[in-house]
């Protein structure tokens, strides 16, 4: 465990300040520097695990019998209570699974979303069909015929259409492919019905 730095809390420093002493001199070197006053925040988990190595060792428990103390303090397990491992890392923040009843709710929604689409898709279809029929009953040219048809085409496709979906890319805001499916679907929209506008203004 190379690297990892181990949160030097105060019950720890008490444990590690006596046994300092009797510590081989490499130990005790390597120690010095983290109970010092002020105690920096961290220690590495390699010195404490050194340290807890020593004292499973003959000289080890001979030398904390001496000075009564308990070798069972110094397990890596007694150590490491209360702390916190990469004190100094930033985690990202933890988002926990959704739950069933929140995931089945946003299925529904999506679905009510889509149904709510293909009613839009319908109603354009049969506006713009009125608009034909209603048009070409009077006699009129073919482009005005056309032109007519595509305005009520393209008031509903910017109003139903985007508010339709509008409401299903809201469902997967978190995903900019869904917000990039809109501002296209929009877009294609908009241009082909300006484009044919345009058109048949020109012609007539």
Request: glycine share 4%; aromatic share 8%.
């Amino acid at each position: 465990m190379s690297g990892i730095n181990i949160s030097l809390e105060t019950h720890l420093l008490h444990v590690l300040k006596p046994i300092s002493s009797i510590l081989p001199e490499h130990l005790a070197n390597d120690l010095a520097q983290y109970i010092i006053d002020p105690s920096p925040l961290s220690i590495p988990y390699n010195t404490l695990f050194a340290i807890s190595q020593w004292t499973r060792t003959a000289d080890g428990q001979k030398a904390l019998q001496t000075h009564s103390m308990k070798p069972h303090d110094y397990s890596m397990i007694s150590l490491l209570a209360g702390t916190t491992s990469s004190p100094e890392g930033k985690f990202g923040t933890y988002i926990p699974p959704k739950e069933p009843e929140q995931i089945e709710a946003e299925r529904v929604n999506e679905r009510k979303s889509i149904t709510a689409l293909i009613n839009a898709l319908l109603s354009i279809g049969c506006v713009a069909f009125a608009a034909w029929w209603a048009a070409d009953k009077t006699g009129w040219r073919n482009e005005w015929v056309r032109l007519t048809t595509i305005s009520p085409l393209r008031y509903h496709s910017d109003s139903m259409t985007a508010s339709s979906l509008r409401a299903i890319c809201s469902n997967h805001s978190s995903h900019l492919r869904g917000r990039a499916l809109y501002d296209l679907a929009i877009f294609e929209i908009q241009a082909a019905a300006t484009q044919e506008t345009v058109g048949s203004t020109q012609k007539s």
